[in-house]
């Protein structure tokens, strides 16, 4: 069973940088497509950004952004280090929610219930 610890949460200025981290407990984190996702206050937990496993076999993007962080967010790994990474840039108030990191056997997706293994979640909080 892989595990999943999120960290790099903080309290942040709008317009501010941030870096989370995720951690897995194993190599096997390499072979998984991972997801980002987030959950505002009162609300549903939305897709952020996800990248594919290194050697898939897939025709299309590396990495999937939402709307919402396109262009400020970007998500990267070091399997190396059985670690994967958010950096958000720019960031805004809305912006503020707790982040969880995702894995999931097969190609990268978007789905939040095509997700199989779940972080704990960090919170990133930013005031304007």
């Known amino acids: 069973q892989l595990r999943l610890v999120e960290s790099g949460g903080g309290s942040v200025q709008a317009g501010a940088s941030l870096r989370i981290s995720c951690t897995a407990s194993?190599?096997?984190?390499?072979?998984?497509?991972i997801g980002w996702f987030r959950q505002a206050a009162w609300k549903e937990r939305d897709f952020v950004a996800t990248i594919r496993r290194n050697g898939e076999r897939w025709s299309g993007n590396t990495t999937y952004y939402a709307d919402s962080v396109k262009g400020r967010f970007t998500i990267s790994r070091d399997d190396a280090k059985n670690t994967g990474y958010l950096h958000m840039d720019s960031l805004k108030p809305e912006d503020t929610a707790v982040y969880y990191c995702?894995?999931?056997?097969?190609?990268?997706?978007?789905?939040?219930?095509?997700?199989?293994?779940w972080g704990q979640g960090t919170q990133v909080t930013v005031s304007s």
């Open positions: 995702a894995a999931t056997p097969g190609f990268i997706r978007v789905a939040e219930t095509s997700y199989y293994f």
């Open positions: 194993d190599h096997t984190f390499s072979s998984y497509p």
